[in-house]
């Protein structure tokens, strides 16, 4: 029966002619007010919703309710490229070394189905930012998990996820990193989204940004991703607020120009995770918790951005599993991050 529930909301939401793309979207597996682990016909029917709006996927940790072989298996069938993040806790939870899981499961992921897909590798998320891990510690580990990709075959850039203070402030981890993945909000620096299409103040602080990280690398071995970046739908921050209308605005402004430029921009988020607390934390997601589109999600799949290079070819309907096995100057940047 369940089976046949998500085979029809695969039908409903998949099957729509949608315009407007993301050039990523970041997916955040834990869902409910519990936060608790979906099945693998959960996480299919999200790769499903997902598929039609965008062809790439960011997600954070592997062993995380087994999402690295289930997500990386069904993006591999699909055709998606993903982007890893690999959790760099010594021990989350206490009693299981984590970090020791994390390569397992990359391991395995490479066993079944293989890496060729994986667009690079984040290793911890804002670990700098919350000073709960030391630099040598994540230095260490960005190495460590760079040296087995490479012993798999594999020369996907890893590196670490985390906002611009905190590289432009640690040299030594961007000269780890063969990739900053970096979280950036117009929401946590205070603008209103504004008024209008023509009002794009706050899209172009955000791509101003955007560029002084690229020029910064101009002549370097590095390269970046913008990892997170959105607006949501509940809560304020100064002159920001979080609404529909305004995540509708900023997600035309932001996406249709990292599409018409090709930037690489992973927006967060597709769901909603209501059991990060009530406001702004629970609210960026396009899609509600139950899997219903917002409505500025619908309103922007109705709109055709200019020079979109991206015209999805909608996959057949899935076959639902019954398996549940599961020198760097960034110094001009000060938007913030959202908590994970």
Known sequence: ML???YSVLIILFCFNGIGAQFWGLDYGVERGIDGHCPTADEMRADVYLMKNYTNRIRFYGLTRCGQGLIMGKLAKELGMEIYIGVENGPDQPASNDWWSW???TVTQMHEQFGLDNVLGAGVGCESMWRNDQTI???IEKINEFRTLIQSLGYSFPVGTADVPPSFANNPSVVAACDVLIINQFAFWNQMPAGTGMNDTRCADAFFGAVYSIR???IGTNKTFVIGETGWPTQGSNGAAIGNLDAQLLHMRQVNCRVLAEDLPVFWFQSF?????????????GVWNDDRTPKSSLVAFGQYNCPNNPYY?????PPTISTSTSTSLDLTSTTLDSTTL
């Not at 909603?272 to 960026?284: A, I």
């Not at 999805?312 to 057949?316: G, K, N, S, Y």
Request: hydrophobic letters at 25%; a negative charge; proline letters at 17%.
């Open 102 to 104: 994390e390569k397992i």
């Open 215 to 217: 020029n910064s690398l």
């Open 3 to 5: 089976s046949c529930i």
């Open 136 to 138: 040598p510690y994540i």
């Open 272 to 284: 909603d995770q209501p059991w990060k607390g009530d406001g702004v934390e629970s609210s960026w």
């Open 312 to 316: 999805p070819t909608f996959p057949p």
